[in-house]
């Protein structure tokens, strides 16, 4: 777990970007609800199962939602099935939210041998993002749904077997008419996937730093899909 909350150290710490007050204000629409790991669909996953042969309990998971009107959101991504949650994705990746990210992985992995994957901002803003796209050596996209895209992360998708430190980050966008707003969510579930872990928690100040980072990939993604 040692290595896994160093990745997160490294990562999450990026949300200092952003003045601590201005992101407190920007951010305060977004909430994490708890969710139980015995139901959810990531959890009882075959692809999951796959990559925790071992069974060990997830280090960190959570979820942060953010309900926008309908009346706010670009009306032809409403048109047709599948087009709003691309959209929010695309959103995640190409905003401002992953930019710092998204540099530092470019300076250390893009090479010829990861030419084929995404890491310009306007192929990442141009994207569907079908399953089997890999996105800066460090995501690759596992699991797509009208209203979901799920990609595994914790390493690189060249390394597609079992890896010590694993997760899996699902982006989501449900219209919920009668109640005239679309929901958004970011779902994480970082996790051991060699050996078996001995149950130690990522560290309280990992977690909150971790959180802070999701509320700005929020933040920025929605700009994608706003009016």
Same mark, same amino acid.
């Given at each position: 777990?040692?290595?896994?909350?160093?990745?997160?150290?490294?990562?999450?710490?990026?949300?200092?970007?952003?003045?601590?007050?201005?992101?407190?204000?920007?951010?305060?629409?977004?909430?994490?609800?708890?969710?139980?790991?015995?139901?959810?669909?990531?959890?009882?996953?075959?692809?999951?199962?796959?990559?925790?042969?071992?069974?060990?309990?997830?280090?960190?998971?959570?979820?942060?939602?953010?309900?926008?009107?309908?009346?706010?959101?670009?009306?032809?991504?409403?048109?047709?099935?599948?087009?709003? /949650?691309?959209?929010?994705?695309?959103?995640?990746?190409?905003? &401002? =939210?992953?930019?710092?990210?998204?540099?530092?992985? !470019?300076? *250390?992995?893009?090479?010829?041998?990861?030419?084929?994957?995404?890491?310009?901002?306007?192929?990442?803003?141009?994207?569907?993002?079908?399953?089997?796209?890999?996105?800066?050596?460090?995501?690759?996209?596992?699991?797509?749904?009208?209203?979901?895209?799920?990609?595994?992360?914790?390493?690189?998708?060249?390394?597609?077997?079992?890896?010590?430190?694993?997760?899996?980050?699902?982006?989501? /966008?449900?219209?919920?008419?009668?109640?005239?707003?679309?929901? &958004? =969510?970011?779902?994480?579930?970082?996790?051991?996937? !060699?050996? *078996?872990?001995?149950?130690?928690?990522?560290?309280?100040?990992?977690?909150?730093?971790?959180?802070?980072?999701?509320?700005?990939?929020?933040?920025?993604?929605?700009?994608?899909?706003?009016?």
């Amino acid at each position: 777990m040692a290595k896994l909350a160093g990745k997160f150290l490294a990562y999450t710490s990026l949300a200092g970007a952003v003045g601590f007050g201005g992101f407190l204000v920007r951010t305060r629409k977004s909430r994490f609800v708890p969710f139980s790991l015995a139901t959810d669909p990531i959890f009882t996953s075959d692809h999951f199962k796959k990559f925790n042969p071992n069974e060990n309990v997830p280090g960190l998971h959570d979820l942060c939602v953010r309900r926008v009107p309908l009346s706010q959101i670009r009306s032809e991504l409403l048109k047709e099935d599948g087009k709003l /949650a691309e959209a929010f994705c695309a959103g995640v990746w190409s905003g &401002f =939210g992953y930019e710092i990210q998204r540099k530092y992985l !470019e300076r *250390k992995y893009r090479s010829h041998e990861t030419a084929h994957q995404l890491w310009d901002t306007p192929e990442l803003a141009k994207s569907t993002y079908p399953v089997g796209t890999q996105i800066t050596d460090h995501f690759e996209v596992i699991a797509k749904t009208p209203t979901s895209i799920a990609v595994r992360c914790g390493d690189s998708p060249r390394n597609s077997g079992v890896r010590a430190s694993d997760g899996v980050f699902e982006m989501t /966008a449900v219209v919920k008419e009668s109640e005239g707003v679309a929901e &958004f =969510g970011l779902k994480s579930i970082f996790f051991q996937g !060699e050996g *078996k872990s001995e149950g130690a928690m990522v560290p309280s100040h990992i977690a909150f730093l971790h959180r802070l980072y999701t509320k700005l990939w929020m933040e920025f993604a929605l700009r994608n899909i706003l009016k």
